[in-house]
């Protein structure tokens, strides 16, 4: 394994497993907390008042390209590695993966949908069970690879913030959040509102990780190619970066960590340019508390963002930050590199310095997470 590059992926999902909410509820709930059924060959999830199917090109992972679309839809049909955290340690394994942060699937990647129940009681039953399968099941079988992140409660600033410190006592290592709240009916950034969760966050010294499409407008995709979507996807941090950048959170909370995943760095640059430059403008008759410090110096503060396979983007890390800049493989969606993820890093780091590589494949994600990568003897940067 010589010549590996050492890689911490900040950006891996999870196919939740059948048994994650049944096997850690009441009898009288098992019913209404999601669950698996199979209808017409297929199976999905079901729960009170929803069903969804959460499959197809969330777990295509070693599947040739020309077999992608809906499937598949069923567990026996993806590779092992997607919702077995076992045999997804051999696979990061073999393509040189030595840590993951890792987000949900079926509650969406912060946890959104239980915000959506009526019943908050059962919702709130349903983030505790999430959060317990992470700490108790999943990152128990590869604790020196896993980073234990969990979700916590979009609808309530002080129940997310109670439950934050919970897993924090049983080991989370990060918060999986919100782009932005106000896109899906939530109070924003700007309120005050979250101010405990943020709070709680920093005090804790925990990264707050956001993920592209974690609080997007529910919107038809009946006239749109998905590809579109996807690859315009970036779009979604872009904004919400730039919201964060501009708001009291990271002037209030100095020190609080902020992580986006999934959004690229190819628009970095130009966006702080412009951000600033609006900041300069609009200052006054917005009435900005603390204009003195600017929309890009949050950035380089506060902010880190990941990269899968970005080579424009990483022509201009100087112009960003080279020690905020992360690496991603997306597993097992289709984003993923994987099985090809060293040959895929290999082209990326052509004449990249090897200190900067360093940076960017793990040491500043062993930095942030405070999570130090077990790597085999022998292994070291390509």
């Known amino acids: 394994m010589l010549g590996v590059y050492k890689l911490f992926s900040v950006d891996d999902h999870i196919i939740e497993p059948p048994g994650v909410w049944v096997d850690r509820v009441p009898q009288a709930y098992r019913e209404r907390v999601p669950h698996v059924v199979e209808a017409d060959g297929r199976q999905s999830w079901v729960w009170e008042g929803g069903r969804e199917m959460t499959m197809g090109l969330n777990a295509v992972a070693g599947k040739p ?67 317990d399968f992470i700490l108790d099941e999943w990152c128990p079988a590869a604790p020196e690879m896993y980073v234990p992140m969990t979700i916590a409660p979009v609808w309530d600033a002080e129940l997310a913030a109670a439950e934050v410190v919970r897993c924090v006592e049983k080991g989370s290592r990060a918060l999986c959040w919100m782009e932005d709240p106000a896109n899906i009916g939530h109070p924003g950034y700007h309120s005050g509102y979250w101010d405990p969760l943020f709070a709680t966050c920093q005090e804790a010294d925990i990264p707050v990780c956001m993920h592209i499409g974690g609080a997007l407008p529910v919107v038809s995709l009946d006239n749109v190619i998905p590809m579109v979507e996807i690859a315009a996807a970036f779009t979604s941090a872009a904004r919400s970066a730039t919201n964060m950048m501009v708001s009291p959170i990271p002037r209030k909370f100095p020190n609080i960590k902020l992580v986006w995943s999934e959004g690229g760095i190819g628009w970095i640059t130009a966006a702080l340019e412009r951000a600033d430059r609006q900041w300069d403008r609009h200052q006054y008759w917005t009435h900005i508390p603390d204009a003195d410090v600017l929309p890009s110096q949050v950035a380089r503060r506060n902010m880190w963002f990941c990269m899968i396979e970005e080579p424009v983007g990483l022509k201009y890390r100087h112009d960003f930050a080279v020690d905020r800049i992360l690496c991603e493989s997306d597993y097992p969606h289709s984003d993923t590199p994987y099985p090809n993820t060293q040959a895929a890093f290999k082209e990326l780091f052509a004449g990249v310095p090897a200190d900067e590589v360093e940076l960017m494949t793990h040491r500043n994600a062993e930095e942030l997470f405070k999570f130090p990568m077990t790597v085999p003897a022998g292994v070291g940067n390509a």
Request: proline share 7%.
């Open 65 to 131: 390209r020309e077999q992608w679309g809906a499937e598949p839809a069923r567990f026996e049909d993806m590779i092992p590695g997607c919702y077995d955290p076992v045999e997804r340690r051999k696979d990061f394994l073999s393509n040189g993966i030595f840590a993951s942060v890792a987000f949900p699937t079926l509650p969406g990647f912060a946890g959104r949908k239980f915000g959506t129940f009526e019943d908050k009681d059962l919702a709130l039953l349903c983030v505790r069970a999430w959060n």
